[in-house]
């Protein structure tokens, strides 16, 4: 997903091109426009807003207005993906040495330590990600549309 300068989402729509011929402005041009030239260049009245049919043809050509949906990774990828982590890596080297000086006590104190820690950053991510789900299912949003 794009993100603007300021470090926030860019939806993929843009509801600047609505005529035929019109060329493409991003958000912040439109943004500088004086309200009838932003309603004209928009094609859209204070009054009445759009019509039925208007909005449902730039549903039809813009989509829905939603952020795009993140695609979830799989728990074997969420493990593998904390393998990454620096301190993981050390742990795992110095049981690896620990195992090539025949140290094989410490050696599996210490995997078991980084298979422990790596279970349970992988089970609080996903109960997070699960609570934030719910969240974001009971937070109702409104809009007026011009």
Wanted: hydrophobic share 45%.
């Amino acid at each position: 997903m794009e993100q603007d300068k300021l470090g926030k989402e860019k939806i993929n729509q843009n509801p600047a091109k609505l005529r035929s011929g019109q060329s493409l402005m991003d958000t912040e041009e439109l943004l500088r426009l004086p309200d009838a030239d932003l309603l004209a260049r928009l094609n859209t009245n204070i009054e009445l807003g759009l019509t039925s049919r208007e909005a449902e043809n730039r549903l039809k050509t813009f989509g829905r207005n939603e952020i795009a949906k993140k695609k979830k990774r799989t728990v074997i990828v969420e493990f593998l993906f904390h393998l990454k982590n620096p301190l993981v890596i050390m742990l795992l080297l110095a049981g690896f040495i620990s195992g090539v000086l025949q140290e094989i006590v410490n050696a599996a104190i210490i995997f078991s330590i980084v298979l422990l820690s790596i279970i349970l950053d992988v089970y609080q991510e996903s109960k997070a990600g699960k609570a934030a789900e719910m969240l974001k299912e009971k937070v109702t949003t409104t809009a007026t549309v011009l």
